[in-house]
């Protein structure tokens, strides 16, 4: 069975950090690429950021220079530092494990991400 299990949301002030933690079981995240997206009340679900099996990255616009998504291998765990937090990055934050050319495609629970002084 697949998990995909998001950790380190919560409270931050505006301008403050937090580095979120997605854990993988049942598949080995190396194969896959590795997304997290974000959820904001009344809003649709919108990508953050990927990773690549090959280490490349891309980040909305809105969030360059501030997030950074890194991965684990050998701890099957990815990572999104989020600094210079805005009250606009508060929503809640999904995982997710896609590999290209296939149906495998893995989604966590969400962790919520609140800014807010």
């Known amino acids: 069975q697949v998990q995909l299990v998001e950790s380190g949301g919560g409270l931050v002030q505006p301008g403050g950090s937090l580095r979120l933690s997605c854990a993988a079981s049942g598949i080995i995240l190396s194969f896959y690429r590795m997304g997290w997206y974000r959820q904001a009340p009344g809003k649709q679900r919108e990508l953050v950021t990927i990773?690549?099996?090959?280490?490349?990255?891309n980040y909305a616009d809105s969030v360059k220079g501030r997030f950074t998504i890194s991965r684990d291998n050998a701890k099957n765990t990815v990572y999104l530092q989020m600094n210079s937090l805005k009250p606009e990055d508060t929503a809640v934050y999904y995982c997710?494990?896609?590999?290209?050319?296939?149906?495998?495609?893995?989604w966590g629970q969400g962790t919520q991400v609140t800014v807010s002084s």
């Open positions: 997710n494990a896609n590999k290209v050319f296939s149906d495998s495609d893995y």
């Open positions: 990773i690549t099996t090959g280490g490349s990255t």
